[in-house]
């Protein structure tokens, strides 16, 4: 189980957009360590899209302490002061490598997110297992909480989603005998065009070429087919006039 926990969160929108960040991708469990008061009619249920209706009234207020004595925690930070000499933000991660890192946990795990100017503190990294920040700009590595909570929670998605609104498979490659049907097809377009015989081979290589690297689907398969097919007939029929 993965809880997210906001520690000291200055505004009642940005725990609410992180409720509904939550929502999106699977989650639950929000822990909240000295939150602003979340009035049921304010921002931060305005915020929280359809994760009002559960992830926000069941959130826990919860002490610092409980967080670590209970999770494998991970704290996210905008900078990482990257040193083996420091002990307090050494090593980091990243949140595309995130999920990957947490699959051999054991027990539940909480990603804590703190407050909006000055993140976590030092000593409360230090209390932290794993350090995770966001590659941005040196010039403005900073982003804001919801949006940092947003990205972490998106790459954490391979262990909390289960099924996404997305079918199997968002392009589906055209079956290996339709495609040789559309090259059939446009090897007869090239004859009735009287594309010259000696140079058909090479258009012929190149249209496979294309065609390999586009992966067509079945539907655009089909279609090109169709299209090759009714210009070859319409050639002929001027031929036959």
């Not at 002490?63 to 420091?86: G, R, W």
């Not at 594309?195 to 090109?224: D, I, S, W, Y």
């Amino acid at each position: 189980m993965i809880a997210v926990a906001v520690v000291d969160a200055e505004t009642p929108g940005n725990v609410g957009t992180i409720a509904r960040s939550m929502k999106n991708f699977g989650l639950s469990e929000l822990l909240l360590v000295d939150p602003p008061e979340l009035d049921p009619d304010g921002e931060a249920y305005g915020f929280a899209g359809q994760a009002r209706d559960d992830i926000l009234p069941n959130a826990r207020t919860v002490t610092f302490d409980h967080i670590v004595e209970n999770y494998h925690t991970v704290a996210c930070t905008a900078t990482t002061n990257e040193d083996p000499a420091n002990h307090v933000r050494y090593p980091a991660t990243t949140p595309a490598n995130l999920a990957d890192s947490l699959q051999d946990v054991e027990g539940d795990i909480c990603v804590v997110f703190g407050r909006e100017r000055v993140g976590l503190s030092n000593d409360e990294l230090a209390r932290l297992d794993v350090i995770c920040s966001i590659p941005a700009s040196a010039s403005y590595p900073v982003l804001n909480l919801g949006q940092a909570a947003t990205i972490v929670l998106y790459e954490l998605r391979e262990l909390t989603v289960a099924e996404t609104q997305h079918p199997d498979e968002l392009h589906t490659l055209a079956e290996t005998p339709a495609v040789e049907g559309l090259h059939e097809e446009f090897d007869r377009f090239l004859g009735a065009i009287g594309h010259p015989e000696e140079k058909q081979h090479k258009a012929q290589r190149l249209f496979r070429r294309v065609l390999g690297r586009a992966q067509p689907t079945g539907r655009e398969t089909k279609t090109l087919r169709g299209l090759f097919r009714q210009a070859r007939q319409r050639i002929e029929r001027a031929e036959d006039d």
